[in-house]
């Protein structure tokens, strides 16, 4: 797949990466990784493949996951498969934290609720796959590539592991298998080439589960590596047959920006692509479908905090409290009791939502007269930029790497509406310009914008943080209470 540095919008923007996704008549569910965030696994449903609304969040109880506060970013939830077998869904996921490792969940509604975990202590690795053949055997196939059979059940392995295939000589990283019965052959998919700018699919096949696996001749047959393509760092991806009998691949993604060597910040997003069949059987991935309707998909959201339960896109940093986090202590309003003591700390007490559009504008109305809060762009502990009020100065706080620092203050009295514009960056542009501004400010007693201060966006990079997530803008306390009226999230115009 090769094409023009154009823009080419995704299917689930933001923070959606790994995609798994299955059909079940004319229906399909696809769930994505969570990491450190709470609730983990967003699950979306589809008509058309193209246009995705969130219906739930697959782990949603702390008896489902547990994510410790020592934690570090971009641990967590990695790379669920989703499968629907004999009326029932089912998803087999990794928790990379202390004390985890693969586990099942599964769930006759995808809307929820699922089951607690059923934990295999058999399965080693990660990007864990299901996959059941004629005889009703559960083969889970693991990065690697490994695979061995288990009871779903009750999570007993049953039998010996056995090495399958392990992608093209000297690619590293083998790892997100998805086994497929599909005709005569049963095809083994996988990603390679890590997850940056090498990434790629490559797929195999033999006569049945353990093979022996031929590779594909034209391997990798998804990869932007080397091309100047607007998406980069595509892989990790699934396939489904739609009812029509066409075949479509889901698969990872990032829009770099600005120079050299290009900053995405959105995190690794959700693509779709059309995948036909060579006469020798083997699938061919065509140019990346886009929604007819991109606004749609990156739509303005607003939330006044008046109904007692969270929007399935709110996500918290490990957990979610009620003691700390709750929309029921004070009508019309969410309510934030610190825990941590700042940003900085694992333990804060943050809600949020993935950033969704390259360029956009959040606000929220913040009464912290009782303690410190405010308004967050998070990319982990040590990237994030803030603007924060205590009722009588308002503060832009940057933390990149090990330096924190207020860049600048404002007088404020009472409850006040802070906001940051995330926008193009300043010109003139060369090969060292950041993918974005994001300017900090607070709405004044009059309705106009008063601007406090504008950060570089390429600080709030993978390219510069590491990791594996994207922004996420949200509400946070640092002392005492804070309460927030309402939260507003909407895309600019390029």
Not at 146 to 173: C, F, H, M, N, V
Not at 181 to 205: C, F, K, N, P, Q
Not at 226 to 252: C, E, R
Request: hydrophobic share 35%; net charge negative; with cysteine.
């Amino acid at each position: 797949m090769k094409g023009p540095t154009v823009s080419v919008p995704p299917v689930i923007p933001g923070l959606h990466p790994d995609p798994s996704i299955c059909r079940v008549g004319d229906d399909y569910y696809l769930a994505c990784s969570s990491f450190e965030y709470f609730p983990g696994i967003p699950l979306f449903h589809s008509r058309d493949l193209l246009h995705w609304t969130q219906i739930g969040n697959v782990l949603d109880r702390p008896g489902q996951l547990r994510l410790p506060a020592d934690m570090p970013s971009s641990a967590g939830i990695y790379a669920p498969t989703l499968r629907h077998h004999e009326g029932r869904f089912w998803l087999v996921v990794t928790n990379c934290a202390a004390g985890g490792g693969n586990f099942l969940v599964s769930a006759t509604d995808p809307a929820g609720p699922w089951s607690d975990p059923t934990w295999l202590p058999g399965v080693p690795g990660i990007d864990p796959d299901l996959f059941w053949d004629e005889d009703g055997t559960c083969w889970c196939t693991f990065a690697g590539v490994g695979q061995i059979a288990i009871d779903p059940y009750t999570g007993d392995t049953l039998g010996e592991q056995r090495r399958l295939w392990s992608g093209a000589p000297g690619a590293k990283a083998p790892e997100a298998p998805h086994l497929y019965r599909i005709g005569d052959h049963w095809y083994l998919l996988i990603a390679e080439g890590g997850t940056e700018r090498g990434h790629g699919v490559s797929v195999a096949r033999g006569p049945g589960p353990a093979g022996p696996f031929e590779p594909c001749p034209d391997n990798p047959i998804l990869t932007h590596r080397g091309t100047d393509h607007a998406v980069q760092n595509t892989g990790h991806g699934d396939l489904v047959q739609a009812p029509d009998g066409t075949w479509w691949m889901v698969f990872l993604g990032v829009r770099p920006g600005g120079g050299t060597p290009g900053w995405h910040v959105l995190g690794r997003e959700t693509f779709l692509a059309p995948v036909t069949w060579t006469e020798e059987g083997w699938p061919v991935v065509g140019e990346i479908a886009s929604p007819t309707d991109p606004a749609v998909a990156a739509a303005p959201f607003r939330d006044d905090f008046d109904l007692p339960e969270f929007h399935p896109s709110w996500i918290s940093v490990r957990d979610r409290s009620p003691e700390h986090c709750t929309t029921k202590e004070r009508a019309g309003s969410l309510t934030l009791h610190a825990r941590g003591s700042s940003l900085d700390d694992p333990d804060v007490v943050f809600i949020g939502r993935r950033q969704q559009q390259q360029l956009c504008r959040a606000g929220a109305s913040v009464d912290a007269v009782q303690g410190v809060g405010g308004l967050a762009v998070r990319l982990d502990e040590r990237h994030h930029y803030a603007i924060e009020t205590d009722g009588t100065q308002v503060r832009v706080i940057s933390r990149v790497g090990s330096v924190r620092a207020v860049v600048a203050t404002a007088p404020a009295a009472g409850p006040v509406v802070l906001g940051v514009r995330i926008t193009p960056p300043p010109g003139p542009h060369d090969a060292r310009t950041g993918p974005d501004a994001l300017t900090f400010g607070i709405e004044q007693p009059d309705g106009t914008w008063r601007a406090l201060a504008t950060l570089d966006g390429r600080y709030l990079s993978t390219e510069v943080a590491g990791g594996f997530t994207g922004r996420v803008i949200g509400l946070y306390a640092a002392e005492g209470t804070v309460h927030a009226d309402w939260f507003c999230q909407e895309p600019l115009a390029d």
